[in-house]
């Protein structure tokens, strides 16, 4: 009984008249600029949540600045939590801006291939724009890995966070004055000394100088290395 309902339903949708479409010139562009502004708007929001990330990661990043240099007592400890915590924002960020990309793409197809032929025509416009608009409507899919996004977003920001505490952490277990009081500077020139400053509870100082290097190379190669095609990135335009 529910099954034939429900298929009653369905049929009576199917035979229900459905939305015109636009047909003549005035009405598409009437159609265009609401659309245009709907994709505006929604790349708006994901770049405003991008923006929030940021913000707290450098919030983050000049509290833990604050606490572990301020005071000579405080653990180094402080500082390698505050590269995690980088690090979960960074990923977090990497996932919101692929949803940013997608929406980005749409509008700068938008804007390179109509409206910019209507303000100043250039020979003749490529008219893959509005198919490729239009597939990524019936079937919306990411344009950029998770791993290209982390890059593309390390690359921009975060690697100027990661480098500001490497720099800090490394003032923290070279300088006497920084960890305990009253000790003399000579024991700075001492890689012992190093390596003692270095543990983290259980953990021997060599172990974390391993993990801490291993870490920043990996930082490094996402920071340095770029995609052999990023499109219009590569064209030195405006972007995010």
Known sequence: ?????????????????????PASPGEITNTLSHYYRGE????????DRIDRTSNWAITVTAALLSVSLSTPTSHHGVLLFGMMLITLLLLIEARRYRFFDIYRARVRKLERGYFAQILAPNGEPKA?????????????????????????RLRRNYCWMYLILLLAWCLKITTPKLQTEGNPLTQAHSWDYVIDNAALGPIPGLAVLCIVTLAYLGILYG??????????????????
């Open 128 to 152: 893959d724009w509005a198919g490729a608009i239009a597939k990524s409507l019936r079937k919306p899919q990411f344009l950029l890995s998770y791993r290209g996004a982390v890059q593309r």
């Open 1 to 21: 009984m529910v099954a034939e309902i429900s298929k009653a339903n369905f049929d009576k949708e199917l035979d229900s008249p459905r939305p015109a479409l």
């Open 40 to 47: 505006l708007g929604r790349m708006i929001s994901w770049r």
């Open 223 to 240: 920071a340095l290395h770029r995609q052999m095609d990023e499109g219009e990135f590569v064209q030195g335009e405006a972007h995010v």
